[in-house]
């Protein structure tokens, strides 16, 4: 008999014979390169006749991955056409052995809070319900958090397990100390910064039962808990469940199927849930479950858009005023502005030429410090004044960033009140953690944010937030843009108002009139929701079609165009009866760490996804380019 077996993390499988059937997910001892190593036995293989000579596997282990999880990933392997080399990893013990030393023991101190009788009912419905997959659609301070408690509570008297998602690592500090104080030593925290003790220390432990609760991020969703009863993703909207490097894959799929082989209940929760999951609510996949008011019924905050047209500044008369009154009142402000730096853009007003880094096509971000920064693949320069292409002095530099507005502000404000928040300022958990108790005490008055503002913070004092420049939240031209400028603005619009004191949100736009500003204004998701299908349907675009990215990627830009030039050609001999193929195009960022980036984009009725993918695999397995790289992204977030 014939095994395909998985070494190390190649991207290729060996295969090897052996005189009996062995179980798939088994390890095994194998000659590989003149050393004996060890390697999973992932496929079954069928061989008439072959002209190299078949190794014989050296010994069977009594070891084995769960089989749940190996079935997981054999799923993923075929949907996202991803070799097994980069999933198992996901799912394996972690090598470093440790001492018999455990977590520290923690005593949960807190009672689980009352439930609305609005969340009383959607906690019921959803442990009553036959259904395997829900949406909690809750507007900001709504109180979605508690529902998640309870339903884990009830998990843990069942004497099951729960896995419960972020989106970012900077949440799990703040929410791992929540659970500690319901679920005291129970819970486990697993994400991508831990020590790899830590992780074999949560390894052995979940592995056991001993914990049942796992909070965390992506990774978090292939910890091999017993018995699973639910698996709630927080903020399923967010772009970061989607992998962008290897293994590349979006949680949210990955969850619905784990919860079907493991027959367990999958929570998504969101007050601006993601176009593909709504549609699959209106298509009666998915469950759907309202929170119409805002917790202890604290009220919605009241909009004012300022037209920026009228304005000469970004800081604008009214928002100045209104910072103003919200300090009078010994009340906090938070200020959205989505770019980092202090001056977005440097270029020469003499050949009229923009600074650019060396090793990306992407335009350089000058920091106060005098460095100018590539956000790509972060690589800094001096910046002296001059111009690198013709040595002019006459330098303009354009664009506000978190820098710049956090000067301006410092001008007009106590400087000591101001705390910015962004990449730069928070490199490390410890730092944001702090940050954030700080803020929630009151020791600053303002806080300055890009994205990170809007996700999942709670200010009780917070009564005023400000969109800068609603424009240029999201730039790039993506068929989505829509879709995550208005999720982004009505996130961080939720950070005003959640508890006695009414909030306000100021935003600031170029088109006031919009039908995108209309639908945050009067928190109308189906307004816009269904304006972006209607778009997307015509250009069958998803939901309603399957999209499959094919990137190439090289250092010699003829190469690659010829490269990327054969794989259309061959991609499309074979399935242009099933897909749509587009010919190859540079990648929206066109040069990234000195490699050229091609791209193939791929648009297929969701009934042909599985001819497709099988094809491509095959297409892909067969191609060799030498230098040239090729990654397959299933289910992109965008297509540039």
Not at 148 to 161: H, W
Not at 476 to 499: F, H, N
Not at 586 to 596: F, M
Request: net charge positive.
């Amino acid at each position: 008999m014939y095994f395909n077996i998985q070494i190390d993390k190649q991207n290729m499988l060996f295969t090897y014979s052996y005189h009996q059937d062995i179980e798939l997910g088994t390890f095994c001892v194998v000659n590989f390169r003149n050393k004996e190593v060890i390697g999973v036995v992932v496929e079954k293989q069928e061989l008439t006749n072959t002209k190299y000579e078949i190794k014989e596997i050296v010994k069977v282990l009594d070891k084995k991955l769960d089989k749940s999880l190996f079935k997981l990933i054999t799923w993923m392997h075929d949907y996202y056409i991803e070799p097994y080399g980069h999933l198992l990893p996901l799912i394996s013990e972690p090598k470093i052995e440790v001492n018999s030393r455990k977590s520290k023991n923690i005593s949960a101190v807190s009672e689980i809070p009352a439930l609305s009788a609005e969340q009383e009912k959607i906690a019921n419905d959803i442990e009553n319900s036959s259904k395997n997959i829900h949406l909690i659609y809750g507007v900001t301070g709504s109180g979605k958090t508690h529902v998640y408690i309870r339903l884990i509570k009830k998990a843990l008297e069942q004497d099951k397990s729960s896995i419960i998602l972020v989106p970012e690592i900077t949440l799990t500090p703040q929410l791992i100390s929540k659970l500690e104080s319901f679920f005291g030593s129970k819970v486990a925290l697993w994400h991508s910064k831990l020590t790899e003790n830590k992780k074999k220390t949560y390894y052995k432990e979940l592995e056991s039962g001993e914990k049942k609760v796992v909070l965390g991020t992506r990774s978090a969703l292939f910890c091999n808990v017993k018995n699973l009863g639910y698996i709630i993703i927080d903020e399923e909207h967010e772009g970061s469940y989607k992998q962008e490097d290897a293994p590349r894959y979006h949680v949210k799929n990955v969850a619905i199927k784990r919860a079907m082989l493991e027959n367990a209940k999958l929570i998504l929760g969101s007050a601006t849930p993601s176009f593909e999951t709504y549609y699959q609510v209106k298509q009666g996949h998915i469950v759907e479950h309202r929170l119409e008011n805002r917790y202890n019924n604290y009220s919605m905050p009241r909009y004012e858009i300022v037209d920026l047209n009228d304005e000469r500044e970004l800081l604008t008369k009214t928002l100045i005023e209104k910072i103003n009154e919200k300090i009078e009142n010994k009340e906090q402000v938070i200020i959205l502005l989505n770019r980092k730096a202090h001056s977005i853009i440097v270029k020469c007003d003499s050949c009229n030429r923009t600074f650019e880094c060396e090793k990306c096509s992407t335009k350089l971000s000058l920091y106060k410090s005098n460095i100018l920064k590539c956000n790509q693949c972060e690589t800094k320069y001096k910046y002296n004044s001059v111009c690198k292409y013709c040595g002019s002095d006459k330098i303009i530099k354009l664009g506000m960033g978190t820098e710049k507005l956090e000067d301006k502000l410092c001008e007009m404000f106590d400087s000591e009140k101001i705390l910015r928040m962004d990449s730069d300022t928070m490199n490390t958990n410890k730092k944001l953690n702090t940050a954030y108790n700080e803020f929630l005490e009151g020791k600053y008055n303002i806080l300055i944010g890009t994205q990170i503002v809007a996700k999942g913070f709670h200010f009780p004092n917070v009564t005023l937030v400000c969109v800068i420049n609603a424009e240029g939240i999201n730039i790039i031209p993506d068929y989505k843009s829509s879709e995550k400028t208005y999720q982004l603005i009505t996130q961080v619009a939720g950070r005003a108002g959640r508890s006695e004191k009414k909030g306000e949100v100021l935003i600031q736009s170029l088109n006031p009139d919009s039908s995108l500003i209309s639908s945050i204004v009067n928190n109308d998701y189906e307004k816009i929701y269904e304006d972006q299908m209607n778009f997307r349907k015509i250009l069958n675009y998803p939901p309603y079609s399957k999209h499959i990215k094919i990137v190439l990627t090289g250092t010699d830009e003829e190469k690659l165009q010829k490269s990327s030039n054969d794989l259309y050609i061959i991609i499309n001999k074979y399935i242009s009866n099933l897909a749509t193929v587009y010919t190859p195009s540079n990648a929206g960022i066109y040069k990234i760490s000195k490699r050229y980036r091609k791209i193939i984009n791929i648009i297929l009725n969701r009934e042909n996804d599985k001819k497709v993918k099988k094809i491509l695999k095959q297409i892909i397995e067969k191609i060799n380019y030498g230098t040239i790289r090729v990654l397959v992204d299933v289910d992109s977030n965008s297509m540039f």
